[in-house]
């Protein structure tokens, strides 16, 4: 049975929790804001070779290296047209595109405008497609998911700490929207210190 687990999470969106670096100080605007949220937990990082396996194991009539074999080459000619500024397409699934990160406060001037110093990097966005009946948009999706306290679970049962700590001590909790929706969607940052 499908499931997706979740940990409850309290945060005010924007403000850090505490005050000082030791965290013994609580932040009162912190206090006064916060709510509780779900925020969705990783329990395992499938590979290629993983998501290769699980294909073949529904009874596709493709070897497992031939699966691996395809899905390599598109991963590979997705970078290479994404990188021709094109958008890529997976029908039922979503879109694919770029977008770029810019310098905080970019530029002010026209005449100073250079790419090569206002960009910090590039962001690889997915945007979901929500018209066919497979649709992953949030609102679907959601519909079809069944939820799983990680509180709930056994010592047995790891968890991934993929998704550090860090969101709830900075206040980000699992708010970090993005092109594919709800809170805790986004895109993934490709080279992109900043954060920008």
Do not use: W
């Not at 005449?111 to 110093?117: A, C, L, P, V, Y």
């Not at 709930?152 to 790891?158: E, H, R, S, V």
């Not at 998704?163 to 699992?174: A, I, L, R």
């Amino acid at each position: 049975m499908s499931k997706i687990i979740y940990r409850k999470i309290r945060t005010a969106p924007g403000v850090k929790q505490y005050l000082d670096a030791e965290k013994t100080q609580v932040n009162p605007q912190f206090e006064a804001s916060s709510a509780y949220y779900a925020q969705a937990v990783t329990i395992e990082t499938m590979s290629l070779r993983d998501m290769a396996k699980h294909i073949t194991s529904h009874g596709s009539p493709f070897t497992m290296d031939v699966v691996i074999g395809v899905l390599e080459a598109f991963r590979s000619c997705l970078i290479e047209q994404l990188l021709e500024s094109k958008k890529v397409k997976v029908q039922g699934l979503g879109t694919f595109y770029v977008t770029i990160a810019n310098k905080e406060g970019g530029i002010k001037n026209l005449e100073d405008f250079n790419i090569g110093t206002l960009a910090t990097g590039l962001r690889l966005r997915f945007l979901p497609e929500g018209a066919t009946e497979e649709s992953i948009s949030s609102k679907d999706f959601l519909k079809k998911a069944s939820f799983v306290d990680v509180a709930t679970l056994t010592k047995t049962q790891t968890v991934s700490d993929e998704e550090t700590d860090e969101n709830e001590v900075n206040g980000n909790g699992g708010n970090t929207g993005g092109n594919s929706g709800g809170n805790n969607g986004g895109g993934t940052l490709v080279d992109d210190p900043d954060g920008d």
